[in-house]
């Protein structure tokens, strides 16, 4: 009897050549690195050198997280991943009435550039690759960057990393949103632009469907739903005048990784198959770079559990084996205890430890794709590539990514996944070991890491020092800039840069935006 797959796909038991009756290899696979990128967007892929191990880290304050930082550059981390508190996230000084007991809570609070500073201390930003998980205010974090490595000497054109920068997303599945939908995509096409010109190595964008995945999409929901936002952005850019040549190398995607391998691998593959036909196609794109589904890989923090933790480091271990198989360009592996609270030091140097096993002595590393030509792969890549498809059809007659947005059809379609997850788990349908079979009587204690709740006041002590040191003068002509341009059409990312130089916090530079943009308010279709 055949099983279904997490996107609702039959599974046969057995695969053999009918599976791939009238299937073309040429067509369907190519050579890695060539068209359509089903085998990898690199010739050699990891054959040459691993993966990116990205450790995504940040909690408490800029200190701490720099102490962190520090130790999994030490223990061998290739690429640091910034995870930014929600008053961050939705442009809020830490002393605002809304950031109350939400300071330094799920990732570190950055408040100014001294923040940023302090966060980067004593790490060389022409040695390390930095990926930043924000959204609606990436722009301002990536100019705090970029200040901070003027002050070390670090040209900017030697900057390399990623900002998520992605917030379709956030109105379909995450929420911190702070503008409407159409200011927000003028304000990623001013990214694209000044990156172009200032910051030529750096990814503008991280177009994600890992969150919907955490909110329970299926695999062909999260990718369907994420190329979809792609095509979307790029309409953005290029509707701004830009040459779909000039930005479309620097777009980069970010996915989870499940404890389903094989559909996992599948679901990679058809990927970067779907993007590289609709560059080509749609948009006429010339330079193959513009055709590369290059992405970012993490593994699936919804299925870890906080019972029996430990047995989480097995999932991981999949997890980022099927990252791995289908050909990942970096990869963060979650720590065993995050169920419970933040990361412990050795829980987060376990995590790092799983990738360096896949990586040094496993032999995934010896050859390109090994999955190539297996009747199960090549089927299911197939069958997730049509279902997605399917989807993102679906997206395109309701108007593109934001006029289903705005009917809540993404919402809704995931929404209905997450159901009928829950009640397979509920029913026990679905096994989740620990949790509904292989229970034990008595949990074993574990000690997490906590956040310590003066964080928030040491914040504030901070910001009431840097508004009483800073030409307030300053602050207020660069702010006054700021608005001008957002009213107009110029670039809102210069005289953002110098409202940050002068000093001028992430609250304040958010809210002379919303002054002129408003803020999102989801309509009732959600």
Known sequence: MARESESGLPIEPVYGPEA???????????????YPFTRGVYPSMYTGRPWTMRQYAGFGTAVESNARYQQLIAHGTTGLSVAFDLPTQMGHDSDAPL??????????????????????????????STSMTINAPAALLLLMYQLVGEEQGVPAEQLTGTIQNDVLKEYIARGTYIFPPKPSLRLIADIFRYCGAEIP??????????????????????IAFTLADGIEYVRTAVAAGMDVDEFAPRLSFFFVARTTLLEEVAKFRAARRIWARVMRDEFGARNPKSLMLRFHTQTAGVQLTAQQPEVNLVRVAVQGLAAVLGGTQSLHTNSFDEAIALPTDKSARLALRTQQVLAHETDVTATVDPFAGSYVIERMTDDVEAAAVALMHRVEDLGGAVGAIERGFQKGEIERSAYRIAQETDSGERVVVGVNRFRLDAEEPYEPLRV????????AERLTRL?????????????????????????????????????????????????????YVPSDAF
């Open 201 to 222: 190595k750096w990814n503008t964008i991280s177009i994600s469907g890992y969150h919907m995945a955490e909110a329970g999409a299926s695999p062909a929901q999260e």
């Open 99 to 128: 950031s109350h007991g939400e300071v330094g809570k799920v990732g570190v609070a950055i408040d100014s550039v001294d923040d940023m500073r302090v966060l980067f201390g004593g790490i060389p930003l022409d040695k390390v």
């Open 452 to 459: 310590d709740p003066a964080i928030e006041a040491q914040q």
């Open 467 to 519: 508004r009483a040191e800073r030409d307030q003068q300053a602050v207020d002509t660069a702010l006054a800039a700021l608005k001008r341009a957002a009213e107009g059409t110029d670039n809102v990312l210069y005289p953002m840069k110098e409202a940050l130089r002068a000093r001028a916090t992430i609250g304040e530079v958010c809210d002379a935006l919303r002054q002129i943009w408003g803020t």
């Open 20 to 34: 791939l009756e009238g299937w073309d290899p040429a067509e369907k696979l190519g050579a890695p690195g060539a």
